[in-house]
């Protein structure tokens, strides 16, 4: 089957919207094994909508749109969609009485109303955030058609909670994915290692970069979930395998929400003292609910000063190897460690640019320490290679941080 | 002119990437006074390449591509376009150049050669950071095609330094563009405000919405820079004064770029002490380089018995009226200025979710405290209304803290 997107919105033409909803379905058609070969934006005009419908109706045998459900003028998928169609629009009672039920008493406009009319003959795909409902239809010429909102709030879980399962249902067939997860080698790397085991059709492995690491997506196909299941585990256990001690896991979709359910599964704390970083670990560590179990203290010490109150951190230490150095990321772990009294903590000092580099302590220079009552581990990043941004930096020095902390926990080495 | 975008690459089929890069020349375009009627994502498929150029040369003025400039076989943007506009690929030397000194010694490998292969006639866009230069040709039909390398690093400064410019220099015209910042005030409340300031051509003025903030651009379009200056002023004074003081700036990109600068051109110094937010704010001011001239300790205290050890909050304090409240926020922002011994001081308290909330207490409920060391002030965020992701609720929190905090600094009221 052979896919197309159209999003409809003059939002996106002028720059103002980025569009993740392409993106997201894009993903999810991947994994469901469909190929999606073209996708359009075109604004909010009958006449440029039509023509790209009718184009896209006619090359491909799934379309899908998002956006231009909704209650104003400028809504006009919908009517455009059916009008290529050839299909009506007509009253759909229990979509309107969900429209009435979201908009919980306040009264609804006229132009509101027009959401509940949908192409005669529909599945309707229930939307329980929002009051646009998306649908599906087949045309008499046999193509797919499905509208989704645009909102990435409403799209994202009607897609997964009715889109995928009725492409799944049409097709008779269950999908099973499995994520494996990568810190410390890179996409092009990894894609080298395994080349071998990206080549079958069902299952499928396939590479994707994510900020500062990667992961593999291995996806079966099958009559039954638990069939599907059973072809996609070996590959992945495969893969997993050959990939050794970089894959952090397959089940957790960050180094936080990992290094977070392990410290909480075993009851340690977790206290973090950053520099360069400015906040960034404490940040991503209390992205993740229920953070509060393991972590109960972080501190921000950017001045030398600050680091001998907070930390401890001796100020002729500081004078001698300067504030970028292996010893004060050792004792900045060792201080905060001590001070919060928790199990784990970790130090992290460095030159995260673009200003403050010199030919001794290059920018991108970093030293993370991990301190646990009986040793204190030292990961230096290099400040060489080409030249990346503060924010790439600072991502990257925090990961490491957190791959230390999983390495530890799994009593793996804890890599310098 | 109607302009059209067609991005190439497989991996946006796949969902592997997320197309910045339209929206970034969508929003150049916009500022130009430049139509864009389509845009569109093909993969690396010469067929349906040739195909989606064809159908855009035909229907627009101006058509520009992004990605498929690479040295790898999929690579096949500029052999398409290329042909299909009848011009032949011949070596440009200077590109050859410029490609060996970015390999710095590295031997250049045949297929990287032919990055150096540009469209006969065309202009050259020149590539700072990467090996594939872009380029600018005018057909024989007379429609405009430019054609930039994908990665958004190498695209944003050839757009910015020499795909602008080309357009503007071709049309004799200047652009003059601003900025006007609002924090506090949602954009369609702010659309509506300015609803009649919003009609004219030249200068345009149009709304964008930011992460938990918006902004006002203003657009002139003239013969000279002067000109253009000269005409888009007045209708930004306009604007702004009409908004008021929920406009925090003309001139930073951001609260946390105005609230540094600021700070810091007046020797002012600030500490920080997050619950909720886990280091969120530390890491935006953070973000900021030359931040460590303004900022020197932040503190992220989750745990109760942290907030007395390190901020000094009493414990019947906590007991009595709770970690989520206005004492206590007040408690934290004195006791970190204290620490810190610097002028200013920030706390913030309060319920990030998705669990924690209760019906006296629920989630979204955050107390922000700035104290200068005279008065303390308290911002309250209200949890009732519409529920809010964790990570909404933590970006709105910090930005009201940084919102109070220029407040302060231009001597306006600090709204509760």
């Given at each position: 089957?052979?896919?197309?997107?159209?999003?409809?919105?003059?939002?996106?033409?002028?720059?103002?919207?980025?569009?993740?909803?392409?993106?997201?379905?894009?993903?999810?058609?991947?994994?469901?094994?469909?190929?999606?070969?073209?996708?359009?934006?075109?604004?909010?005009?009958?006449?440029?909508?039509?023509?790209?419908?009718?184009?896209?109706?006619?090359?491909?045998?799934?379309?899908?749109?998002?956006?231009?459900?909704?209650?104003?003028?400028?809504?006009?998928?919908?009517?455009?969609?059916?009008?290529?169609?050839?299909?009506?629009?007509?009253?759909?009672?229990?979509?309107?009485?969900?429209?009435?039920?979201?908009?919980?008493?306040?009264?609804?406009?006229?132009?509101?109303?027009?959401?509940?009319?949908?192409?005669?003959?529909?599945?309707?795909?229930?939307?329980?955030?929002?009051?646009?409902?998306?649908?599906?239809?087949?045309?008499?010429?046999?193509?797919?058609?499905?509208?989704?909102?645009?909102?990435?709030?409403?799209?994202?879980?009607?897609?997964?909670?009715?889109?995928?399962?009725?492409l799944l249902k049409r097709e008779n067939a269950a999908i099973?994915?499995?994520?494996?997860?990568?810190?410390?080698?890179?996409?092009?790397?990894?894609?080298?290692?395994?080349?071998?085991?990206?080549?079958?059709?069902?299952?499928?492995?396939?590479?994707?970069?994510?900020?500062?690491?990667?992961?593999?997506?291995?996806?079966?196909?099958?009559?039954?979930?638990?069939?599907?299941?059973?072809?996609?585990?070996?590959?992945?256990?495969?893969?997993?395998?050959?990939?050794?001690?970089?894959?952090?896991?397959?089940?957790?979709?960050?180094?936080?929400?990992?290094?977070?359910?392990?410290?909480?599964?075993?009851?340690?704390?977790?206290?973090?003292?950053?520099?360069?970083?400015?906040?960034?670990?404490?940040?991503?560590?209390?992205?993740?609910?229920?953070?509060?179990?393991?972590?109960?203290?972080?501190?921000?010490?950017?001045?030398?000063?600050?680091?001998?109150?907070?930390?401890?951190?001796?100020?002729?230490?500081?004078?001698?190897?300067?504030?970028?150095?292996?010893?004060?990321?050792?004792?900045?772990?060792?201080?905060?460690?001590?001070?919060?009294?928790?199990?784990?903590?970790i130090g992290i000092t460095g030159i995260a640019g673009p200003?403050?580099?010199?030919?001794?302590?290059?920018?991108?220079?970093?030293?993370?320490?991990?301190?646990?009552?009986?040793?204190?581990?030292?990961?230096?990043?290099?400040?060489?290679?080409?030249?990346?941004?503060?924010?790439?930096?600072?991502?990257?020095?925090?990961?490491n941080a957190l791959d230390m902390v999983r390495r530890w926990?799994?009593?793996?080495?804890?890599?310098?």
């Amino acid at each position: 089957m052979n896919a197309e997107i159209i999003s409809v919105g003059t939002e996106l033409l002028l720059g103002n919207t980025v569009n993740t909803d392409t993106t997201i379905i894009a993903r999810e058609l991947s994994r469901l094994g469909i190929n999606l070969l073209f996708t359009g934006t075109v604004g909010d005009n009958p006449a440029r909508l039509d023509f790209t419908i009718r184009q896209a109706l006619s090359r491909s045998d799934l379309v899908i749109t998002t956006g231009g459900l909704g209650p104003t003028g400028d809504d006009l998928t919908k009517e455009t969609i059916a009008k290529a169609a050839g299909k009506k629009l007509v009253f759909h009672e229990e979509s309107f009485r969900r429209i009435q039920e979201h908009l919980a008493g306040r009264e609804m406009a006229e132009s509101e109303k027009k959401q509940a009319y949908l192409p005669e003959g529909c599945t309707v795909l229930k939307n329980n955030v929002g009051t646009a409902p998306g649908c599906a239809f087949e045309t008499d010429a046999g193509k797919l058609v499905m509208m989704f909102p645009g909102p990435p709030s409403e799209l994202i879980p009607m897609l997964r909670d009715y889109g995928a399962p009725y492409l799944l249902k049409r097709e008779n067939a269950a999908i099973v994915s499995k994520n494996i997860h990568v810190f410390g080698l890179g996409e092009s790397r990894v894609a080298e290692l395994i080349a071998d085991l990206t080549e079958g059709s069902n299952p499928t492995a396939a590479t994707y970069a994510k900020e500062c690491e990667m992961f593999v997506r291995v996806t079966a196909r099958a009559a039954t979930e638990q069939e599907a299941e059973a072809l996609c585990q070996p590959l992945a256990d495969k893969i997993t395998a050959r990939l050794g001690d970089v894959v952090y896991s397959t089940q957790a979709d960050s180094l936080e929400e990992l290094v977070v359910r392990e410290l909480s599964a075993r009851g340690l704390k977790l206290a973090t003292a950053e520099s360069c970083t400015g906040g960034l670990l404490a940040k991503r560590i209390t992205d993740i609910p229920g953070s509060s179990d393991v972590f109960e203290m972080g501190a921000v010490t950017y001045a030398n000063r600050i680091k001998t109150m907070v930390l401890d951190v001796p100020e002729d230490m500081l004078e001698r190897h300067g504030a970028v150095s292996e010893e004060v990321a050792r004792a900045m772990a060792e201080g905060i460690r001590r001070k919060a009294g928790s199990d784990l903590g970790i130090g992290i000092t460095g030159i995260a640019g673009p200003g403050g580099g010199t030919p001794e302590k290059p920018v991108g220079l970093v030293y993370i320490a991990l301190s646990d009552g009986k040793e204190t581990y030292v990961r230096r990043m290099s400040g060489t290679g080409r030249p990346r941004s503060r924010e790439y930096q600072r991502t990257a020095a925090s990961s490491n941080a957190l791959d230390m902390v999983r390495r530890w926990l799994e009593g793996k080495p804890v890599l310098p």
